[in-house]
């Protein structure tokens, strides 16, 4: 654009007006607009300020901004706006949420966000990170040149629409990242049900160690971490650990892993959150004692070692507990016929109905690697 066209006011605008029509994110429609008409013509602030207006349907250039400068709070705004903010709970346009966030806080905090869940996941191999909402909405951060690519996705919407990028200089993929997750984490109206850290595939000690810091470094920041369950994928033990110590070990029921289950367990069951959840599902060979598992009302595990003494052990457990409904555990191997003497079973029946001292019923089913106890009448919960 010439420089004559810079210094009017109506042409800008009309630059605006066309990014607003144009209905894509603000973040984006401000960097299309720095393209065109150039940077530092007008800073961020000021292109919200007009952006919005014209989005609502105000589309006079000669609005004169002065005549009223004290900001609107979510009360007093239009039905519109508020029906745009509201529709964040609901809708979840995530892209949206984060600039939102980025330009007015205040207005962000009005409003409480759930977000069912929130993966950070991160692949060196293919140098990107993700931030994944509601397994549906994708920010894929992505290595390219000096800098990395924002990409957006929704898996449910038209294949013409689903995905949204743009090129960020100077920025590095894992740092855009986080900075987008502590700006979801310092917003106390953004409430999570689920979190999950993932490293996908075989990565360097030197990668995951940062990776895992910089989440750590966000999560710390977080105003208000209400997630009822907490994952770790392709990691250690001793990562979920550390990730456990950050979340109220008030909140915490559910705990998943899938990973390297032999580094890490001391630090892991010894924390209030492991003691105080109610349910486990482990992937992987697990190191860690049977006796740490106990506590579950529901438990899934691939234990490295199940003995004799291990089953005496869940047995009397059951015997005790007026709140343990369901378990599966798979091992290497065992005796079928040493696992059924255990519960008192001594015909040729894989399948079998245990009664407690206390008259409860769990139906009892022993495979050579893999032994599943349910109680009677207990309706799993499917995730």
């Excluded at 109220?248 to 069951?269: C, H, M, W, Y």
């Excluded at 003691?275 to 598992?293: S, T, Y």
């Amino acid at each position: 654009m010439s420089a004559s066209l810079r210094q009017s006011e109506l042409t800008i605008r009309a630059c605006i007006l066309y990014e607003a029509l144009g209905k894509n994110p603000i973040q984006l429609s401000y960097y299309n607009f720095c393209t065109r008409v150039g940077n530092g013509v007008m800073g961020f602030s000021d292109f919200e300020f007009w952006y919005d207006r014209f989005s609502n349907g105000n589309h006079d250039l000669d609005y004169d901004r002065s005549v009223n400068q004290v900001p609107k709070s979510l009360p007093e705004m239009p039905k519109s706006e508020k029906t745009e903010i509201s529709e964040i709970g609901t809708q979840v346009d995530i892209v949206e949420l984060l600039n939102l966030m980025k330009v007015s806080q205040s207005v962000a905090q009005k409003r409480k966000v759930v977000l069912d869940s929130l993966v950070v996941q991160f692949y060196e191999g293919e140098s990107c990170s993700r931030l994944i909402f509601n397994d549906r909405y994708i920010i894929k951060y992505e290595k390219k040149d000096q800098g990395c690519t924002v990409s957006y996705s929704d898996n449910r919407a038209s294949s013409d629409s689903r995905k949204k990028e743009i090129n960020v200089t100077d920025e590095d993929y894992v740092e855009l990242c986080i900075k987008d997750l502590k700006l979801l984490m310092e917003n106390r109206m953004v409430h999570l049900k689920t979190f999950r850290f993932a490293i996908i595939a075989v990565a360097t000690k030197e990668f995951r160690e940062k990776c895992m810091k910089r989440v750590e470094e966000a999560l710390k920041t977080a105003k208000s971490l209400t997630s009822r369950t907490v994952e770790t994928t392709g990691g250690y033990l001793l990562e979920l650990a550390q990730l456990m110590a950050i979340f109220p070990a008030k909140n915490v029921e559910e705990i998943r892993f899938t990973g390297d289950g032999t580094i890490g367990s001391e630090q892991l069951v010894s924390l209030e959150q492991w003691k105080n959840a109610r349910k486990f599902d482990g992937m992987r060979d697990l190191n860690v004692p049977i006796e740490h598992f106990l506590h579950f009302e529901t438990f899934i595990v691939y234990l490295s070692v199940f003995t004799e003494d291990d089953a005496v052990k869940l047995r009397d457990m059951i015997d005790r507990s007026a709140h343990f409904c369901y378990a599966r555990l798979h091992f290497k191997s065992m005796n079928i016929r040493t696992l059924m003497g255990v519960f008192d079973v001594y015909n040729t029946e894989h399948n079998i109905v245990y009664q407690t001292p206390d008259q409860r019923y769990f139906n009892v089913r022993f495979y050579s690697n893999e032994l599943q106890i349910t109680k009677s009448g207990y309706k799993f919960h499917y995730y």
